[in-house]
């Protein structure tokens, strides 16, 4: 059987559960037996070099840029799992999503206890380098279909791992009681 | 006339940070910024949240190294709640926040060492990207015993992690005033005794290899390690009041390149008197300087190098020992070295694995009160000298409990203008006349950012290294070279 292949991609997320990715620890060392990794921020290819059999989506989209590569990724990928509470519904940055984007940025650039008087020009970041903010932060499956949902903040490495191997084996997905964590 | 080469980090192209390096007419480097591309907005949501939720909260801004957020923020509390900073708390409560602190580092450092420097060390800084990854240690004979230590040793710190703060990434161990549990007999022992290699022996053993390996290394290529990154700044990091390195509780002190004291002993309560942010229009992270020296001549480095060169000595004598051999290779001066860094990160490592000895071996973990009590005030600063470097939380509470105010100044923040510096460094050493990126160039750019371990590129490093686009494109947006990993 050849190998399935897998990009993976941190969005608006923390990289927490790209960690917990890493916390099957001596497991990796088997995963590389059955999967290939093409797009990743584990790996050194930045473009999508052929079509990857499944996607892993952690992080929801807060910037234009977030869009773009949740796009790249359903375009390449037959299989896009949402892993964490940030793909699946925003996580914690989407609590911004009652507040204007000018309000936070006031409060981290101009009013502040140590910018108040160290920025006396009022400058709020604002370069073509930059991109743009979103109005709010969005989960994943607004913005394209997604296939599968792994929850948990971040969901723990047995449950990565069982359902990575169950994707790349065919075989039924085992999720003990314990391995499926809401927090 | 004026070209512009752009690198972007595969991860930075996802919303993390990139490079722009400016030529002009005569390919002379006119400027270069580190653009970091990500705006989160905790400061304003976590207004009106009820003040305990924020060690849970703000440890969501990084999965890297969340329980430092957790830590600074259940400091600031500590404030809060009444129960005073450092050692205000219970004999436990200090104890089991520490072992977390130094699971933690070890988890941290030992990542970085393993997963990211290594390879490089090992195989090279030009050798074929597709082997230069903790993979290829594993799949290289001569290297793949290294490959188990890096993968045990993370998983050493991520246990102590679970065991103190209930979970690998984002626990709930510590609360205002305390923490809300003892270590198990069974956890103690397990830590202590575990079998081969889980044990903390072994983790002191594998330690001290990596120091050596690291000292060996250096020997065969100090022409590179010395001068590869050079640049006088100033120093900031929390110390014990004594001098001692301390990672957990402190006074700030800061030196300037030479070693004359800037400040010392200064309360973390006051941190606002002696540090302010700057805030430039090209990238979300401000930049950080202390105030007596203003923005131009007051920006400083954290991290392990700062640490090290603040400090006067270490409280654990195997570390101790190694860092009388790290300060007299630059006579006491303070060093100044960006590749030293990992010297220090891994004399760091050293001491973690020491302290986690000393504290499991404390009975005060498996017992005593957990949360100390006091009168409430409105307004609290934790700091804590993550791995990364120093990290400041601030909250102020209303009569409600509601958090009404946050100001976090993270310790890849406080780097932002060295990483700048280090860059340009770099760009005008190696790109001054050239009309073509090279995959020297390019990872050249890359070491020095690497070396300060940035949050902001963070799991990239977990497997491999760090992949950068680099474009040159003049002033009529042509592309006149384009590199890509």
Not at chain 1, 158 to 174: F, R, Y
Not at chain 2, 114 to 127: E, I, K, R
Not at chain 2, 417 to 423: K, W
Request: with cysteine; proline share 5%.
């Amino acid at each position: 059987m050849s190998k399935k292949i897998v990009a993976t991609t941190s969005l608006a997320g923390c990289f927490g559960c790209h960690m917990s990715f890493l916390d099957i620890d001596e497991r990796i060392l088997q995963l590389v037996e059955l999967v290939e990794f093409n797009k990743s921020p584990i790996d050194d290819i930045k473009t999508f070099t052929k079509q990857c059999d499944i996607g892993i989506i952690e992080g929801g989209c807060c910037n234009s840029e977030n869009v773009h590569v949740l796009k790249e990724f359903r375009k390449n990928c037959k299989i896009l799992v949402s892993v964490g509470e940030c793909a699946i519904m925003g996580g914690l940055p989407a609590m911004r999503n009652g507040i204007s984007i000018q309000e936070c940025f006031n409060e981290a650039y101009l009013d502040g206890p140590t910018t108040k008087g160290a920025n006396p020009e009022g400058i709020i970041p604002n370069d073509d380098e930059l991109p743009m903010i979103l109005d709010r932060v969005y989960p994943c499956h607004e913005i394209v279909k997604i296939d599968y949902f792994l929850p948990g903040c971040a969901p723990r490495a047995d449950l990565i791992w069982n359902a990575l191997v169950a994707l790349v084996t065919g075989d039924e997905l085992k999720l003990p009681y314990e391995v499926v964590k809401f927090d | 006339m004026t070209n512009k080469i752009t690198i972007e980090p595969v991860t930075r192209v996802e919303g993390h940070g990139k490079v722009t390096i400016h030529q002009d007419e005569n390919l002379n480097i006119a400027q270069t910024r580190l653009h970091i591309v990500e705006f989160r907005g905790f400061e304003r949501f976590v207004q009106g949240r009820p003040f305990w939720e924020a060690p849970v909260l703000v440890q969501r801004l990084c999965g890297i190294c969340p329980v430092s957020h957790h830590l600074a923020a259940a400091k600031a509390l500590d404030v809060i709640v009444g129960a005073g900073t450092g050692h205000g708390l219970t004999p436990t409560g200090e104890k089991m926040r520490r072992l977390m602190h130094y699971g933690q580092m070890f988890q941290s450092h030992s990542l970085h060492f393993f997963h990211l420097a290594a390879p490089d060390l090992l195989f090279g800084y030009d050798a074929d990207p597709a082997i230069r990854n903790v993979i290829g240690l594993a799949t290289t004979p001569e290297f793949a015993g290294l490959a188990v230590q890096a993968v045990m040793m993370r998983k050493f710190g991520q246990e102590i992690i679970r065991a103190t703060a209930g979970k690998k990434v984002h626990g709930t161990g510590a609360i205002p005033g305390g923490i809300n549990k003892h270590l198990s007999i069974a956890e103690r022992d397990e830590f202590l005794k575990g079998t081969d290699p889980l044990n903390i022996d072994k983790m002191i053993e594998w330690a001290q290899a990596s120091v050596e390996l690291f000292k060996g290394y250096h020997k065969a290529n100090a022409e590179f390690i010395d001068n590869f990154s050079v640049f006088k700044s100033n120093h900031l990091s929390l110390v014990r009041e004594d001098g001692a390195l301390d990672l957990y509780h402190g006074v700030l002190k800061a030196v300037d390149s030479e070693g004359n004291v800037i400040m010392n002993n200064v309360d973390c309560q006051d941190y606002n008197k002696v540090i302010a942010e700057g805030v430039k229009t090209w990238s979300y992270m401000k930049f950080p300087y202390i105030i007596e020296l203003g923005p131009e001549k007051g920006w400083y480095r954290v991290g392990p190098l700062a640490r090290l060169n603040t400090c006067e000595f270490i409280p654990s004598p195997l570390a101790q020992k190694e860092f009388e051999i790290y300060k007299a290779y630059t006579n006491g001066k303070p060093n100044n070295m960006c590749m030293h860094m990992h010297w220090a990160r891994l004399i760091e490592l050293l001491h973690s694995a020491e302290m986690m000895k000393e504290l499991l071996n404390d009975p005060d973990l498996l017992k005593g009160d957990l949360v100390a009590k006091g009168e409430k005030v409105k307004r609290g600063v934790g700091i804590i000298e993550a791995p990364r470097g120093t990290l400041f939380h601030h909250y102020e509470i209303n009569d409600n409990d509601q958090i009404t105010m946050a100001n976090l100044i993270v310790s890849t923040t406080n780097n932002n203008e060295p990483m700048n510096q280090g860059v340009n460094f770099v760009a005008k050493k190696m790109m001054t006349g050239v009309k073509e990126i090279t995959e020297g160039m390019k990872n050249a750019v890359e070491v020095v950012i690497r070396a300060y371990d940035p949050c902001l590129s963070c799991a990239t490093h977990a497997l491999g290294k760090m992949p950068l686009e680099m474009k040159l494109v003049n002033d009529k947006d042509e592309v006149v070279s384009e590199f890509k990993s």
